[in-house]
């Protein structure tokens, strides 16, 4: 019963129109054995079975790390995403230098940016500043934020036919009132520099396949395990979360790493019961603090790609980033940790430059270092 | 250390010749400090990180229930595979009927078989046998098992351009010298009625997202469950296997239905403590009686996707299939439970009708009894 308070929680909270569902599948439950109801299939569509991930109150509402609790002395190794990156990138840079010497072409990066939300702003900002930085050519195409779909469906498409461009972003969230799909899906498959063409996901997901580019952030995680020395090979590793863009191509990429995945969603009962069996354990739900010191096995690997601004009037810009993982609690307990900033962060940017000089060196028949 | 020993058994044992992954990938860790490896990356190519699934010997040794153990009374509700299988092929049959009446057209399935694998041969003959209960139009193709992979796309590209063919089913497994992934996508995506299409495998793993078909053994196990009353969401799940045809979809599937699920491998450690946490357990990895059950939580329903022929004298065949489940032992713990034969594999072909039905409907835009 409590599954189906929380549930009836989701549907107040969000003015959710799919509990039609819930009703219709109990319903449809309950006359099969009558023979009222006459489809085919009681199975219903799957995207009527989509809604929005709604953490329990409990754990999203902000709390302060309980210090007085930590007795242990331990503190976790940490894992230093920025420096990683920046190795990255510059090796990035003089990879975009041969290209240029060899074939006279560097690799570009087409960006679109709808709307005004700030945190995209300061990612794109980023963006732009370490294509800068490895010598990748870059345009940014903006629309304002009551824009249409089709607009931004054509800017892509001048991307996707224009060859100087080897990848396409489009900075994602994306206003409420586009079609995020339709806009995702006429990024041309081999441009698809973030990974989330379905295209890709499936040959991420399937053995045996190689997707043509592996989204950045999940690709940036696991990257930083291997660099740490953290074997993935048959630990276990619970991913929360199960975003398109970070949960579940990071549960899919760590099966292909031979981990035993299992994916915590926000209607999973008592998560801490299951993140304490993980060796290796990300988060990608964006609900500050969320991941306790409690919810972490001793020595096991935390990542954290939860990003949550906090306002702080000391901090330059008004306000200061945490992550899902209470940081204090988390690395008294942990071997290795990612901070927030400077952990996952960087390294998606990292690993975005990677796929857009991979792209161009599959199209130049570049052969990078090896 | 242990896992290491079976990863070396793999290779022993299979004459696998990644182990140059192996160690160069612990070789790359180990002199990323010394400067050594110029890689900008450390990750490894997703398919070189592809081996088969050996389950370990202690679990794959056939071996008989042990019947004195099992002092409970207790007796599992058979999950009847096949009389729900005949119920959705003669609602198939009826709207087949009155497609015919409406449009004068009828759904059609091309099938595809090389070489002469008894059980292959088998499954090919129930789904003949079921289309022509169902009035489906069929055409089979069949190639000696030392055909080429042109002459088997050939075959599907005459099948992708008939409008008269909905839906095209390549007999899974190919003989080892063709190249499955360049065959299977051949295969038109909007008639891959066994849901293996990548471009189909993303669209089940993404939320939001709609595959055109879904994979028909996990489509068939998810039937199973919900016309069975059995609450999938918020349940925990634990999926055995991550075959392409099998676990893969199965566990994106339950995922889809807001299961929390965890995919077991066979590199997973102490697979029982996992599976007994289960609500859910379906097994897909065709090792017999693997599943005993101390591995099966009380009150669980468990789902048995394995077929294993076992030499029997006394069947009129010569041989009986079993599961990866000890059907006696689990029967005594679980609520709920398929039995092999007569649960998921009539199933299987069922969906393979319906999903060749609606690939027709949808060209036709005839509207299904809903």
Redesign the interface.
Known sequence: MA?MN??QNIVVLYGWRRNAFLLS?SR???T?ATGCD??????P???S??FPDVWSSSSTNYSEPVMDKLASEHTARIIDGKQVAEE?IS??AN?VTRMKKTSGEVPGLGVILVGERKDSIIYVHNKIKACEEAGIKFKLTEFSDNCTDDEVCDAIMQFNVDPSFHGILVQLPLPQHLN??KILNVVKFDKDVDGF???????????????LF?PCTP?GC??LL??Y?VEI??KKAVVIG???IVG?PAS??L????A??????A???NPEE?TREADILISGVGVPNMVRGSWVKPGAVVVDVGTYPIEDKSCEQGYRLIGDVCYEEASRVASLITPVPGGVGPMTVAMLL?NT?ESAARKYNFV???
């Open positions: 599954l929380k549930v599948s449809s439950i309950s099969f006459n489809r085919i299939l009681k199975s569509s799957l995207v079975l989509d990255i090796k990035v990879e995020e799909e063409h379905p295209m890709n996901m499936g040959n991420l997901a399937m053995r045996g396949r190689e997707p592996i690709k696991v990257e291997i660099r020395g090979m048959g199960r975003s398109n579940l899919l990429l099966q292909r790493h031979h035993t995945v299992t994916v915590v969603t209607l999973t009962s299951i990677y000089l990078l270092t090896s």
